[in-house]
């Protein structure tokens, strides 16, 4: 059971109400269960952020890096030990914008850790600024008439840098999110899966998306799967510019590092 | 099994009342002790997962359980058979 990954001493944690960070948490250790991997031989890493206090609940060894280098250092523990299951929670201004450099080189390398980019489209715990995924037009406290800068797909980016496992969901599809990252987790290289999340408290306030369950219902609308957005695109249907596509985006075997036996 | 909600780490986000499929939760209409309306069970009996979990050895739904960001949603087992009264609805 993914209770006894828990370190229920510190719970309830610090986010928000409402907040997707939890519920992220949830599936990666409900798939982590699934796989049956040894608590003592599994590390969590993060960086800085709230996706990164996530380390903290969890009852195994964990790093609390610097903003933007947990890749950097799950590069260092996976070279050092490759037979440890290497997993790092960042979010999206702790990889897409600070740690962008680290994240196209661990693709490029193709190490073997899973990375689970928690996307609330804000640096949400420095008080809302604007992140490079914070949407078009969207408000934030840096971005007060909207942001004007085109925001960056981490999964595009991922998939021409050339990591093995790449998929997209939301904090609202916990099934399919749980099965996103077990995958992910066997998958030997490098594995990213996005997940959008809400941040009813930085995000959501400024976006006409007060309550949770408000960006709950927008996300439930608005992820498309991805073959049906490839049909859309095809028979040039009319896409709505809050859509983006969900699933899986890439599963292959280019040539991995840091797995046991090619180490 | 039985569903139980964990008011010392609830935070009221109604998360649960979105996604349950039966509409077992309701958001709650009077404050806990710490301020926090705590989501309401609306005849928990009706989740499929407490009663036919043990029949068919596997987890049937469990959104509650997994969207809950605050892992205030737990089972927690109950004794084999408990009498109820249970009111037909016409």
Redesign the interface.
Known sequence: MR?EW?RSDR???I?????????IM??VL?AITQTGWDRTRTVFLSGIGCSSRAPGYIMTDSLHTTHGRAIAFATGVKMADPSLHVVVFTGDGDLAAIGGNHFIHGCRRNIDITVVCMNNHIYGMTGGQGSPTTPLGKTSTTTPYGAEEAPFDLVELAIAAGANYVARWT??H??QL?DAVYDGLLTPGFSLIEVRCQC?TSYGRRNKYR???DY??YLKTNAILKRKWEEMERSGENISPDSFPVGEFVRRSRPVMGVPDEA | MKLEIDESRCKGCNLCTLVCPYKIYRPGSRPNRKGIYVPEMDRPERCPNCRLQELYGRRLCGMCALICPDQAIKWVPEKPYEPMKVVIEY
């Open positions: 209770n828990l719970l309830p944690h986010y928000c109400a409402g907040c997707g960070n939890g519920t949830n599936c409900e904090s609202y916990v099934k749980t009813p309550e949770p369950t709950m219902t």
